[in-house]
């Protein structure tokens, strides 16, 4: 399999010079630790998002980045500059907050030009860059509203504006989607991602939202437990992802137990009791824990084979659960020898919706797609 | 697929960084209210320890004795002029405060279940008497109940009565009317309260499963408006015990309460530490009658499901 | 089974809450009606209107003394106690911290407590302290008990105070006292103004305290307490206390006009109520 490239997915070219250096930064309270040990570089122009469960300290770095908190040890620079000692009112980062934090005391225009009166542009100038930042979220003509007669789409948009006027060489995103309903919320997945590129400037967000984070970023950061388990791009995550947590929580995985039998530098070679004996690539992250290791296929990866149709490589089973979702069908397949039935996901173009339950199929897939990852 | 991102489990905060976060936040928090707190320390809880100091104490005319003695307290629940105002007093107390709670729970009630829209205006218009001065709501009192007051010109000039009644003021019916009428916002606000946390669907699911609305609501919604009847109860029982005003402007020689004697004690008597031992007294008592109302209640509470 | 629907659907409930009201205000409405009467006495029927009664009022030289010193009463009191208010409700709303319940129930406990254990306990330490009762001492009692009102009032304002909105002042480049000053005040405001004038009301209307903890000056309800004494008197003490409730009134509106601004500006309902 080739080597996965680290392909942009934004048109604009990024630069390759970090924006935002973290290093071994840990934050703990007590005992406990928030962040454990984290170093990350996030480039300039790139959006990058933080993703993980509640708790994970994502929200935690983010909050140091914005200078909200401090590093118990370790160091964040941003824009080669270290922010040690410096106060969230004078970093040049902005902050779009979960709650939008719209100062309801005043009204859409005095809410993006709070930050700008301190800079005292004159009035010809604010009104300006009031508007144009208006126009960039669109909401040119809401300038008079207050906040609370916003719907919560134009908060979102406004906390946006807002931010983005100051022209900050990072914006911070605190799961700025997690509030609104999911049609919404899907529209918003793609204005931010060409809002992005349109202004150019740095996006760190944060979300437990896997789909979210897939859709828009550049690069991602998973992250459990105050550590980061993975920084790559959307593609490398989902598909090599570097251990269980990582692959569960980027969605579905079938996990088979594996023995290995040969380890290269590349590739491995190992027995499965439903696969067989497999040869895949060895990710680089994969550091050997003994004799054994997981591998995993993705459902979607999975295809049912329709009567005569073979692949180079399948497995026999039986359908035991069959559940419909509109475009997709989700079949459970028992294989023989597997402690666990594998979750297959199959568009309903050919009628996998009509395979009854207890149909003896055969299912192909791609040696490629199943991903090796250490015990 | 989404299956995986929700079965996640959720790292929250453990123990040790809540310990942490409680550190750094207390000191800022307790320094914040310190002052209020060192106030309320000061002209409160100094105080009251000073009297319960001096109950032990005795007078003699102007020195205070220092000797610990139980002397006042003998008197205090001895004495039959003290012992009656005591019982007096409670029994008013009481008896203001389960009318209150009557005659509020169904206004509660209904604020609470078809206030609709106009809620807060409700609320609004029975707290507002509230805030007018108590001695003039006191005052309109007498007013009404006086000799020649309203109700007796009223009544004689209705024909209903030939000469004014005597019975209306100055006894201890006219004190219990004037407190019931002055409490009775005290009494309203935490019934509501509690009846607005009440989950409407709570009462549709008893109706669901077949209980009518008498069964639904003694069921449902009284056991669970049961703790703001409670401090419905104690808020308006607490401070009537020691009322002053009112006894003294509609209840005449029937109507004195303990209050009256405390500072009979503290005025013309000047005996403060006779005065301290029946102010002590005075909380002890409230405090034991308000213990069994919770007990009571709770009862009732448990007996209702 | 017919009734008993109607009763909880509301019909009987109405006739009630409307009677219930009248309840309420009957007796208090009785002092204005009285105030412009002719007769001395209060009794029916009514002998004729005259705002005498009033016009009289102004040339009470004790009368005005006393009506100066509960402004001033009024108004130290209610400075005092929304000052340490706000500092109590602000550490109670923020913050998280062992004790912190205990100290709310030990500040918000005059609110329960009878006031003449309150009266008598305070004189008793200020007379021990060597302080002499003076206005000074009245103000000092009416703080204790005007802070468990400020409390109420001040910490619904503050409660829907979401912290964020402090931190994105920040982040847009505000300093500390920036921030305090163009988004913490002015949303707190409201719930401020509201939290004086309850505790100004409160002060202006309080007898008991004021009654033991005062020298020789009077306060109003002082005032009219030694007036009640005469029945000649009567009148007059009506119609000031038709003035007083009045202005008792218009003040508890206005705060709850603001109060109910605040709330929707914080999104948090509630207040005296809650």
Known sequence: MPEQSERPQSERPQTDRAMIEIRKVTRSYGAFKALDDATL??????????????????????????????PTSGSISVGGQSMEGIPANRRPTNMVFQSYAIFPHL??????????KRLRLGAVEEKRRVEEALAQVSLTGLGKRLATELSGGQRQRVALARALVMRPKVLLLDEPLSALDKKLREQMQVELRRLQQAVGITFVLVTHDQYEALAMSDRIAVMFGGKIAQVASPKEIYQRPVNRQVADFLGGMNFVKAEIVEE???????????????????????????GSATLGIRPERLRVLWDNATAKFEVAGKVVERHYFGEITHLIVEIPGLEKPLSVTETNDFGADDIPVGTSIRLGYDPEALVAMAD | MTAAAEGQPVFGM????????????????????????????ILLVLPILVVFAHSFWTQDYLTTDHTFTLENYRIALTEPIYRDLLWRSLYISLTVSFFTVILAYPIAYFISFHGGRHKSLWLFLITIPFWTSYLLRVMSWKVILGYNGVLNSGLMGLGIIDEPS???????????????????????????????????????????????????????????????????????????????????????KDGVMIANAIQAQFGKASNWPLGAALSVTTMLVVSLMAGATVLIIRALQRLAR | MTAMRRFFSGGWLTVYAFLYIVFLYLPVIFLPIFSINTAPTPKFPLTGYTLKWYQDLPKTPALLDAAWNSLIVGISASVLATLLGILAARSITRYRYPGRRTINGLIMAPLVLPEIILAISMLLVMLQLGLSLSLFTVVLGHVLICIPYSMTVLTAGFEGFDRSLEEASADLGESAFGTFRRVTLPMVAPAIISSL?????????????????TGTETTLPIYIWGQLRFAAKLPGVLALGTLLLVASFVLMTVAEILRRRAARRTQNEGGLYA
């Open chain 2, 166 to 252: 005597t019975a209306l003021l100055y006894n201890s019916s006219a004190v219990i009317i004037t407190l019931t009428h002055a409490w009775a916002a005290f009494a309203i606000l935490p019934i509501f309260v509690s009846l607005e946390k009440v989950d409407r669907t709570l009462v549709e699911a008893a109706t669901d499963l077949g209980d009518g609305p008498l069964r639904s609501f003694l069921r449902v919604t009284l056991p669970l408006s049961a703790p703001g009847v409670l401090s419905a109860a104690l808020i308006v029982m607490i401070p009537t015990v020691g009322d002053y005003v009112t006894p003294k402007l509609v209840g005449g």
């Open chain 3, 197 to 213: 004038l309850v505790c100004f009301t409160i002060s202006l209307d309080e007898f008991v305290i004021a009654f033991f903890l």
């Open chain 2, 14 to 41: 453990t123990r040790a960084r809540r310990n942490a976060l409680l550190q750094s936040e207390s000191v800022q928090g307790f320094a914040l209210i310190s002052p209020t707190f060192l106030y309320a320390l």
């Open chain 1, 264 to 290: 290269n530098t590349a590739s491995l070679v190992v027995d499965t009791l439903g696969f067989g004996r497999v040869r895949t690539d060895k990710p680089k992250a994969f550091v050997r824990n003994g």
């Open chain 1, 41 to 70: 570089t996030i480039r300039e122009g790139e959006f990058f998002s933080l993703l993980g469960p509640s708790g994970c300290g994502k929200t935690t770095l983010l909050r140091m980045i914005a200078g909200f908190d401090n």
């Open chain 1, 107 to 116: 009204n859409v225009e005095q809410n993006v030009a709070y930050g700008l």
